[in-house]
T-cell receptor, first 105, second 114 residues
C-alpha cells in the first residue's frame, strides 16, 4: 500500500464544476503539500499546510490531521486548471501518484 | 513567499556528455536541498538529500557516481548527470528546506539525452 494515496487518478469535468481531489496518507507528517504540474512538466507549489484550511483564489486546501486526509478543491473550474495535481507529505518527502484533471470548455 | 529556482528549465544533450542542473533558493538559506526525478507518467521519486558542506545522501538504487550532487553554499545545490544516456532522460526537480519545516519546490528541469 502506498504511503500517500490520491483519488481519483483521473478526473474529467465541465467548466464551472466544483472539483475535489483527495489525499490520504499513512505516515506521520510535519506538512502536506499540493503541487500542480502542467503538461510541459513545470511544477508550481499551490499550498503547504499542517492544519486547518488555506485559500488562494479559486483553490482551497484542507487537512484533517487526525484522519490523515487532505482535500484540494477548485471552485468554478476552468480549462486552464487542467493539469496533474500532486499531493506530497514531509518531513521526508513522499509524493502521491497525482490526479490528472481535465476541464472541458 | 520563498522561491526556489532551477536552471536550466530544459536541456538537450548528447549521449556520453555531462549536464549540470542548478537549484537556488532565492530569498532564504537552505541547509538541506532535495533532488527528485520523475519518469513519464510516474510519480516523483526522491533521489538524494543534499546537505550544505557535506556529502549528499543517496536513496537506494541511485548511483552516486553518476548523479553528482554539490551543495557548496546555503543557496545553491547542483546536480550533475555524468556520462548521460537516453535512459537518464527525465524531469528533475529540487526542493529546499528553510531550516524549519517549510519545503519549497523548484519548477523542474526537463533533461533529454539524444
Amino acid at each position: 500500500k502506498n504511503e500517500v494515496e490520491q483519488s481519483p487518478q483521473n478526473l474529467t469535468a465541465q467548466e464551472g464544476e466544483f472539483i475535489t481531489i483527495n489525499c490520504s496518507y499513512s505516515v506521520g507528517i510535519s506538512a502536506l503539500h499540493w503541487l500542480q504540474q502542467h503538461p510541459g512538466g513545470g511544477i508550481v507549489s499551490l499550498f503547504m499546510l499542517s492544519s486547518g484550511k488555506k485559500k488562494h483564489g479559486r483553490l482551497i486546501a484542507t487537512i484533517n490531521i487526525q484522519e490523515k486526509h487532505s482535500s484540494l478543491h477548485i471552485t468554478a473550474s476552468h480549462p486552464r486548471d487542467s493539469a496533474v495535481y500532486i499531493c506530497a507529505v514531509s518531513d521526508k518527502i513522499i509524493f502521491g501518484k497525482g490526479t490528472r484533471l481535465h476541464i472541458l470548455p | 513567499g520563498a522561491v526556489v529556482s532551477q536552471h536550466p528549465s530544459r536541456v538537450i544533450c548528447k549521449s556520453g556528455t555531462s549536464v549540470k542542473i542548478e537549484c537556488r533558493s532565492l530569498d532564504f538559506q537552505a541547509t538541506t536541498m532535495f533532488w527528485y526525478r520523475q519518469f513519464p507518467k510516474q510519480s516523483l521519486m526522491l533521489m538524494a538529500t543534499s546537505n550544505e558542506g557535506s556529502k549528499a545522501t543517496y536513496e537506494q538504487g541511485v548511483e552516486k557516481d553518476k548523479f553528482l550532487i554539490n551543495h557548496a553554499s546555503l543557496t545553491l545545490s547542483t546536480l550533475t548527470v555524468t556520462s548521460a544516456h537516453p535512459e537518464d532522460s527525465s524531469f528533475y526537480i529540487c526542493s529546499a528546506n528553510d531550516m524549519g519545516y517549510e519545503q519549497y519546490f523548484g519548477p523542474g528541469t526537463r533533461l533529454t539525452v539524444t
